[in-house]
């Protein structure tokens, strides 16, 4: 076990970033993540798509720290500040089964990137007491094809965002290079693994992938271009949760196109245009008024 989490650390290249600083020793890469796992919290949440969340709700265990930094997360102090608390690998095994006990859909790893050989070898302690529910990896896409491979067999549910087709919007909003080329393999390395969705007789999720979008003001023909390669470059029963709900926090406040929310008219061209693309399984959330704690409502 040990050697596994040394030999991916001492290097660290888990993510696209490729930093090779040694994690082991307390070297910070982009992420800014050492050998430790760090979490921020672990939850039942019950505000994800509903095929995911149920009535039950999904057992979230957001992960500190990302491979990403955008200037409009909602989750900012956890994303890039690096709130949270470091916990062993036992620890983290202990969280799986605390949340199943309680009774959850699936287990929701937020974030997780930084920190997947910890979480392969928890997946195994906690399976071998008794782990059964569907596992989701809830992720920014931004993504190493060969650190998914790592996860073959242990993930259940893929969770990516598609955040952008032009990849000079990866740069300036969150800091990264050839986002879109890089996701999209991504996303197809996903699919190979886990295929189109499969639902229970409750209509939740137990295998497959669903993509998820974030619609920002100011940027409706990336979204368009998104929606697009998805049509074009995935099955039609995939899953595509559209975000439609943006709102300006932390950095992307003081940014011009991003320091307000998305008007009507830009809302009705996304969704005229999902229509118009004739994406079949997919969620759009309704265009509300909420600010920073909002509750997301879904459209099927």
Not at 90 to 113: D, H, R, S, W, Y
Not at 140 to 168: A, F, H, Q, R, S
Request: with cysteine; charged share 25%; proline share 3%.
């Amino acid at each position: 076990m040990e050697n596994n989490i040394s030999n991916c650390l001492e290097k660290c290249e888990i993510c696209p970033h490729k930093c090779k600083v040694n994690r082991l020793e307390g070297k910070q890469g982009f992420c800014k993540s050492e050998d430790k796992v760090k979490i921020a919290l672990y939850s039942t949440h019950n505000f994800e798509e509903p095929c995911i969340s149920g009535e039950n709700g999904s057992g979230t265990v957001f992960f500190s720290n990302c491979t990403m930094r955008c200037i409009f997360c909602q989750n900012y102090e956890i994303s890039q500040l690096g709130k949270g608390r470091e916990i062993t690998i036992e620890e983290l095994a202990n969280i799986f089964m605390l949340q199943q006990e309680k009774g959850v859909e699936n287990i929701n790893l937020v974030t997780p990137t930084s920190y997947v050989p910890q979480i392969i070898e928890s997946l195994k302690i906690a399976k071998g007491k008794g782990l059964k529910i569907p596992i989701v990896y809830n992720t920014n896409g931004y993504e190493k094809v060969e650190t998914l491979k790592m996860l073959e067999g242990y993930i259940d549910i893929y969770l990516p965002d598609l955040k952008y087709y032009y990849n000079e919007l990866g740069k300036k909003y969150s800091g990264v290079n050839n986002y879109f080329e890089i996701t999209t393999q991504a996303i197809l390395e996903m699919y190979r693994q886990v295929g189109e969705p499969i639902l229970n007789d409750e209509g939740i999720m137990q295998k497959g992938l669903m993509i998820r979008h974030l619609v920002l003001p100011g940027e409706i023909e990336n979204s368009k271009q998104v929606l697009k390669w998805i049509k074009e470059n995935m099955s039609e029963k995939i899953f595509v949760s559209i975000m439609a709900q943006y709102f300006p926090t932390y950095l992307a406040k003081n940014v011009e196109n991003l320091n307000r929310k998305l008007t009507k008219e830009e809302y009705e061209e996304i969704e005229n245009y999902v229509y118009e693309l004739d994406i079949e399984n997919g969620y759009m959330q309704d265009l509300g008024e909420h600010e920073e704690e909002y509750v997301p409502d879904w459209d099927e």
